[in-house]
């Protein structure tokens, strides 16, 4: 079945330095692809999306790339701050679906 | 975005009960998810919810055990039946929303079944 893995498990950067998230699909008919944070013991929240005829979307100090070739897709978060530590978990959609297939999600450490 | 809220916010629930939440959107929506979420793990999706039609479950959920309403286009329940300590987890509910119907997410519910 389609699935989404997410790498790595957990990240530790120091503050300041720049953090990349990487995500690899397997339906080719996935359109859309979106990232969450998630702090602890709070909802998902969307911080970013991008679609399938976009190659790379940047939204302040984030960006988010694809390969739809190789089935890749990309969170960058440059000058990282305390407040960026939380679990960040990408999804695709499921061929041309509204509903979504997650990855396994992304502990991201900002150490002072 | 919309505002979505759910009731309970949590619930402490013996075994062999059941549980029903409520997620409350404040505008109209066609799509409402709900998802399960163990503790340190990602998101499960339960079943999709559109107003008008049957709730369509995903591979290891049955009605029978999670049935689910969709009275409105603001209002949806999930009913947790016959609990069991498995069932102990978070619960959220989402709505589609925008041009491409991007998801955004209740508080959740945190039940604990002993």
């Known amino acids: 079945g389609e699935n989404v893995e997410q790498h790595p498990s957990t990240l530790s950067v120091q503050e300041g330095d720049s953090a990349v998230i990487k995500c690899t699909y397997s339906d080719s008919a996935s359109n859309y692809f979106p990232w969450y944070k998630q702090e602890l013991g709070k909802r998902p929240q969307l911080i970013i999306d991008i679609r399938s005829n976009v190659g790379e979307k940047k939204d302040q100090r984030i960006a988010v790339t694809l390969n739809k070739t190789a089935k890749h897709f990309s969170l960058h978060i440059t000058e990282t701050q305390p407040e960026d530590s939380a679990v960040y978990f990408c999804?695709?959609?499921?061929?041309?679906?509204?509903?979504?297939?997650w990855g396994a999600g992304t502990k991201l450490i900002i150490k002072p | 975005s919309a505002v979505i809220s759910q009731k309970p916010s949590r619930d402490i629930c013996q075994r062999g009960t059941s549980l029903t939440i409520q997620c409350q959107v404040d505008s109209q929506v066609t799509m409402m998810f709900w998802y399960r979420q163990q503790p340190g793990q990602s998101l499960t999706l339960i079943a999709t919810a559109n107003q008008g039609s049957e709730a369509t479950y995903e591979s290891g959920f049955v009605i029978d055990k999670f049935p689910i309403s969709r009275p409105n286009l603001t209002f949806s329940t999930l009913t947790v039946s016959n609990m069991s300590p498995e069932d102990s987890s978070i619960y959220l509910c989402s709505v589609g929303q925008g041009l491409y119907n991007e998801q955004f997410f209740g508080p959740g519910t945190r039940l604990t079944v002993l």
């Open positions: 999804a695709a959609s499921k061929g041309s679906n509204y509903q979504l297939i």
